[in-house]
């Protein structure tokens, strides 16, 4: 167990080191989401621990003055497993913590939320909480919802992929397969089937959609002489265009039945995790916060620029923004083009340079929303767009 009579001697820099050295993955950071809460604590903030029965999740707020708007800040503190913070989730975690506090010091107005949301990387229990928080309303009286992921350039703007995770189990039947084959029907074929169908789907999708579909063979059989009576295959089917990504999942449900149909087999499909969906970007916002960024002399592309890149991967965060004006903000910590969960990102999230962008970005954001809790004008401009199709 860790102490934290010493809470107050956390800065932005300790507690993104602390976090990192913790290295707990999602749905079990106990240390790490207690050490958050405790340095809210003594930061004037009220917790709620467990919140919405999420044991590693938790909502911090502070009100000040009229209470007026509400602004709330999203932290991640999941590393991976086996290799540790690779995503860089312990700067999220300090950056939300952090600019939380710089927030509530620099307002006179406003309500300053800490969400902490647990295992965005999907490896535990409570895989996407983000997803569960924004489906039980807890952004509900919340005006805006800022964040941050460190990667290897600055950013804002930048659109995700929907993606679901699907599970594909097909039963066959045993037989030997020199003395009997004819008794047996082939689990294995059914699924080898259905992993070149999908090939050949590939070539008749729209090509602006993004369509991406990866999948594994994760059982083929026991051995050689026995008919697979089991085959499980493993898919996530992703796009971003979450209404043509509804009609992707179908197709690929016909194309398993097909083949199950073909090969005389049976078969179940299981969703693993839940749907991730796209980004709703927000462009008023995005465009205040970079300008933002460009004031502390930092070189951040335009926003028709960042549309027009390939986006490359999926995130929780996502679900956020189709309930709320959200945005998450990229911020450099390695140099353009670096892996990302790799050993070059595990260490570029506690080296100098992170330390410095992690300080950059706690200024960002909350000056950011200091303008929003003064500037109404720009809140109600951000209000329409989000409304906006
Ligand atoms: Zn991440």
Same mark, same amino acid.
């Given at each position: 167990?860790?102490?934290?009579?010493?809470?107050?001697?956390?800065?932005?820099?300790?507690?993104?080191?602390?976090?990192?050295?913790?290295?707990?993955?999602?749905?079990?950071?106990?240390?790490?989401?207690?050490?958050?809460?405790?340095?809210?604590?003594?930061?004037?903030?009220?917790?709620?621990?467990?919140?919405?029965?999420?044991?590693?999740?938790?909502?911090?707020?502070?009100?000040?003055?009229?209470?007026?708007?509400?602004?709330?800040?999203?932290?991640?503190?999941?590393?991976?497993?086996?290799?540790?913070?690779?995503?860089?989730?312990?700067?999220?975690?300090?950056?939300?913590?952090?600019?939380?506090?710089?927030?509530?010091?620099?307002?006179?107005?406003?309500?300053?939320?800490?969400?902490?949301?647990?295992?965005?990387?999907?490896?535990?229990?409570?895989?996407?909480?983000?997803?569960?928080?924004?489906?039980?309303?807890?952004?509900?009286?919340?005006?805006?919802?800022?964040?941050?992921?460190?990667?290897?350039?600055?950013?804002?703007?930048?659109?995700?992929?929907?993606?679901?995770?699907?599970?594909?189990?097909?039963?066959?039947?045993?037989?030997?397969?020199?003395?009997?084959?004819?008794?047996?029907?082939?689990?294995?074929?059914?699924?080898?089937?259905?992993?070149?169908?999908?090939?050949?789907?590939?070539?008749?999708?729209?090509?602006?959609?993004?369509?991406?579909?990866?999948?594994? =063979? !994760?059982?083929? *059989?026991?051995?050689?002489?026995? #008919?697979?009576?089991?085959?499980? @295959?493993?898919?996530? $089917? +992703?796009?971003?265009?979450?209404?043509?990504?509804?009609?992707?999942?179908?197709?690929?449900?016909?194309?398993?039945?097909?083949?199950?149909?073909?090969?005389?087999?049976?078969?179940? =499909? !299981?969703?693993? *995790?839940?749907?991730?969906?796209? #980004?709703?970007?927000?462009?008023? @916002?995005?465009?205040? $916060? +970079?300008?933002?960024?460009?004031?502390?002399?930092?070189?951040?592309?335009?926003?028709?620029?960042?549309?027009?890149?390939?986006?490359?991967?999926?995130?929780?965060?996502?679900?956020?923004?189709?309930?709320?004006?959200?945005?998450?903000?990229?911020?450099?910590?390695?140099?353009?083009?670096?892996?990302?969960?790799?050993?070059?990102?595990?260490?570029?999230?506690?080296?100098?340079?992170?330390?410095?962008?992690?300080?950059?970005?706690?200024?960002?954001?909350?000056?950011?929303?200091?303008?929003?809790?003064?500037?109404?004008?720009?809140?109600?401009?951000?209000?329409?767009?989000?409304?906006?199709?």
């Amino acid at each position: 167990m860790t102490s934290y009579e010493t809470v107050e001697d956390y800065d932005y820099w300790k507690l993104a080191l602390k976090i990192h050295e913790l290295r707990e993955i999602g749905s079990k950071e106990i240390e790490s989401s207690k050490l958050l809460m405790n340095i809210l604590k003594s930061h004037g903030f009220k917790i709620t621990e467990r919140f919405l029965e999420i044991p590693t999740a938790f909502k911090a707020e502070k009100v000040i003055g009229s209470g007026k708007p509400s602004i709330a800040f999203l932290a991640e503190y999941d590393a991976l497993p086996g290799i540790g913070h690779a995503c860089g989730h312990n700067l999220i975690a300090s950056s939300a913590i952090f600019s939380a506090i710089r927030t509530a010091e620099k307002i006179s107005n406003g309500t300053i939320t800490v969400f902490g949301t647990p295992d965005e990387e999907g490896s535990g229990e409570w895989a996407g909480s983000k997803i569960i928080m924004a489906d039980r309303g807890a952004f509900k009286n919340i005006d805006l919802v800022l964040g941050s992921h460190p990667g290897d350039e600055w950013e804002v703007g930048s659109q995700s992929l929907a993606v679901q995770d699907l599970e594909v189990t097909f039963i066959g039947k045993a037989a030997h397969e020199a003395a009997s084959p004819n008794n047996g029907r082939s689990a294995l074929d059914a699924a080898v089937l259905t992993y070149n169908a999908v090939n050949m789907m590939r070539q008749h999708v729209r090509r602006d959609a993004n369509f991406v579909m990866h999948g594994i =063979i !994760k059982e083929g *059989g026991t051995a050689p002489n026995v #008919t697979p009576e089991r085959a499980v @295959l493993t898919y996530g $089917i +992703r796009s971003t265009d979450i209404e043509y990504h509804k009609e992707l999942v179908e197709r690929f449900i016909k194309i398993v039945e097909g083949c199950s149909i073909a090969t005389e087999t049976t078969y179940s =499909i !299981k969703k693993i *995790g839940l749907l991730f969906s796209t #980004t709703k970007i927000n462009k008023t @916002l995005s465009n205040k $916060i +970079r300008d933002n960024i460009i004031a502390r002399g930092i070189a951040c592309p335009e926003l028709d620029d960042t549309f027009s890149r390939l986006p490359k991967g999926s995130t929780d965060f996502a679900n956020v923004s189709q309930v709320v004006p959200a945005l998450e903000v990229g911020f450099q910590i390695a140099p353009e083009g670096t892996a990302w969960h790799s050993r070059e990102s595990l260490e570029a999230a506690k080296s100098t340079r992170a330390k410095d962008s992690l300080l950059d970005v706690i200024e960002v954001l909350s000056d950011t929303a200091k303008e929003l809790t003064e500037n109404k004008r720009l809140m109600e401009d951000i209000q329409r767009d989000f409304f906006q199709k």
